[in-house]
């Protein structure tokens, strides 16, 4: 018999008579005549019960099945006379795969986010951990397929590199040195780490995608980045994933448009297609969810130039930590102050002086100010990062020999700006950041399966 997944079986009008099901065992009760077990399979939130009666051969054996046992299970499948559920499996027959024993740390009860996470090889089979990856899942499936109905193509960029994207110097190295020879030498010569070259992981694959934008139209790319940043935030990790839309013909306007219409579509694709997910994280993470959702879908985001924003934030009566001046970078206090208390609402600021952002973005009437965007959100500050790009190539030298880049590494860069260059943008969303906004949940290491953050390098 073909085995049935348990969220299929529950949206089942009539019985089908007989199913097989496998799967874990949630909770487990036990009278002198029956044993009620609920089974996750982790194709959905909800568990079916199952029924197993005394006159089941291996009786005994059943009774011994704990919290975390694997089963499979054949029966029938029968109305719930139970209240919140729609079916039941009356068994006909229970084989245990394999028993998990009392030290299994997923016993019944509620656990800290903290204690998860030193089993994060064990946490998506808790309820929370199973619902943001399968959200995480779905939020994947939603942003290809936003952008293949917009006509995009999907673009896979290297995750080794030889240039730095964002000009941060938080590059993590990659050598294929032996580190016998590095140690017999005593250093490590960075300029011949990769076959003789100097390499990193990417920290971003815009540059790539620039190239690709600028031959096939509109592209993006979705992948893993890498940032040697030091740093124990709730919202920083060196290993994250990041969505790169890069488009051709296209100025910073339509990039803001784009963004907007990508995080409304995403959370509404979240709302119809995991609802149940999400009502989760709406009872028991985040209670302002649902009005957060709702003002992310209904409302029109802000859109204010980063100087009102600096404005705005002297103006106000709040104390900040950090001061802020024109000219400083916004620490995330600030950020979300805009977002959360002042906007009430997502709010794009543009225009940033020269001075913090990178070498690629367009430079302003004013030759002061870039043509950059960030995306602030409330409850996480930054979401995404872009701005159109410097496409006029005796613009784009100068500003690159100002910031003292090499630029014989950027050939192959500004060859694209010397052949049919044009006006063009992108942006990079953070996609745990994204989750984050989406299930309320506070802490990077909380969305992503196995977190790289300072010291968490195990599984
Ligand atoms: O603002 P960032 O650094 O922009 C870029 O890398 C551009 N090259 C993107 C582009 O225009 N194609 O990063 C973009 C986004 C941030 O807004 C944030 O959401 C996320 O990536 N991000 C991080 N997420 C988690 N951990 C980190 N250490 C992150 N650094 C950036
Ligand atoms: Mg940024």
């Known amino acids: 018999m073909k085995r049935t997944k348990i969220n299929l079986l529950l949206k089942l009008e009539t019985t089908p008579g007989e199913v097989l099901v496998k799967g874990w065992v949630r909770t487990k009760r036990d009278s002198k005549k029956f044993s009620f077990m609920e089974i996750n399979d982790g194709s959905c939130l909800k568990n079916i019960q199952v029924i197993a009666n005394d006159d089941l ?271 400083t970078d916004l620490q995330s206090e600030h950020e979300r102050y805009l977002a959360e208390q002042y906007f009430k609402k997502p709010v794009f600021l543009t225009d940033y002086p020269k001075q913090i952002k990178p070498f690629y973005m367009r430079m302003n009437e004013d030759g002061k100010t870039v043509a950059a965007v960030d995306l602030l959100v409330p409850r996480i500050g930054e979401l995404i990062g872009g701005s159109q790009r410097e496409e006029r190539l005796e613009v784009l030298e100068k500003r690159m020999k100002e910031m003292g880049l090499p630029m014989e590494n950027y050939w192959w860069y500004l060859d694209s700006r010397k052949f049919g260059s044009v006006p063009h943008s992108g942006f990079g969303m953070g996609f745990e950041r994204f989750l984050m906004m989406l299930t309320g949940i506070s802490n990077i290491r909380d969305v992503i399966p196995f977190p790289r953050t300072p010291g968490s390098i195990d599984f």
Request: proline share 4%; glycine share 6%.
């Open 57 to 327: 051969e291996n009786y005994p054996d059943i009774q011994t099945i704990t919290t975390g046992t694997s089963v499979s299970v054949t029966g029938k499948l029968s109305a719930s006379p139970g209240k919140g559920q729609k079916w039941e499996i009356q068994a006909d027959q229970i084989e245990i795969i394999n028993i998990a024993p009392e030290s299994y740390p997923l016993q019944k009860k509620r656990h800290t986010d903290e204690f998860l996470r030193t089993i994060a090889h064990l946490r998506p089979r808790t309820n929370k951990y199973g619902a943001a990856f399968r959200l995480r899942s779905e939020m994947a499936f939603a942003i290809h397929k936003f952008y293949r109905e917009k006509g995009f193509r999907y673009l896979t960029t290297p995750l080794i590199t030889g240039s730095d994207c964002e000009g941060a110097g938080e590059m993590f190295r990659v050598t294929s040195l032996d580190p016998k020879m590095i140690e017999q030498q005593g250093k490590m010569d960075f300029k011949t780490d990769f076959f003789g070259r100097e390499s990193s992981l990417t920290v971003s694959g815009q540059l790539s995608a620039e190239m690709f934008a600028l031959a096939l139209g509109d592209v993006y790319t979705f992948g893993p980045t890498f940032r040697a940043e030091n740093s124990n935030t709730s919202r920083h990790a060196a290993e994250f994933w990041m969505l790169e839309p890069e488009m051709a013909f296209c100025d910073l306007k339509q990039n803001m448009d784009n963004a907007e219409e990508l995080v409304k579509t995403l959370v509404r694709h979240a709302m119809d297609e995991c609802p149940e997910d999400m009502a989760l994280f709406s009872n028991f993470v985040d209670k302002s969810l649902p009005k957060r959702m709702d003002i992310l879908l209904n409302t029109e985001f802000a859109r204010v130039s980063y100087t009102q924003a600096i404005d705005i934030l002297k103006h106000s009566k709040k104390t900040f930590d950090f001061k802020v001046d024109y000219g």
